[in-house]
């Protein structure tokens, strides 16, 4: 069996808050996808349009905008295991 390592790859990513500030943050890098604050679950959470269909964050889940613009959502475990900062850009 053959061993493979990812390539490193920049991504645009911002953690899920229930402040202003996130969602903003988070509607520039959607672009043109539709994301959708559901204020009528408890905790709050997030709807994201994804490649695999529309996929549901909750706060302090990271929303990552992938190489192709593709967007989709990470747990904080595995995005602090999968990437580290590059810069605040």
């Known amino acids: 069996m053959a061993k493979y390592r990812k390539k490193p790859v920049e991504v645009e990513a911002v ?7 996130s969602i903003s943050a988070i509607a520039e890098i959607a672009h043109d996808n539709l994301i959708r604050v559901d204020y009528r679950q ?3 959470v997030l709807h994201i349009p994804t490649l695999e269909g529309v996929m549901t964050a909750q706060v302090g ?3 990552i905008r992938g ?8 747990k904080p475990d595995i995005f602090e295991k999968t990437y580290e900062k590059v810069s605040d850009n």
Request: proline share 10%; hydrophobic share 25%; charged share 40%.
């Open 42 to 44: 408890k905790p709050v």
């Open 61 to 63: 889940d990271y929303i």
């Open 67 to 74: 190489v192709e613009g593709e967007l989709y959502p990470c």
């Open 15 to 21: 953690k899920f808050e229930d402040t202003t500030e």
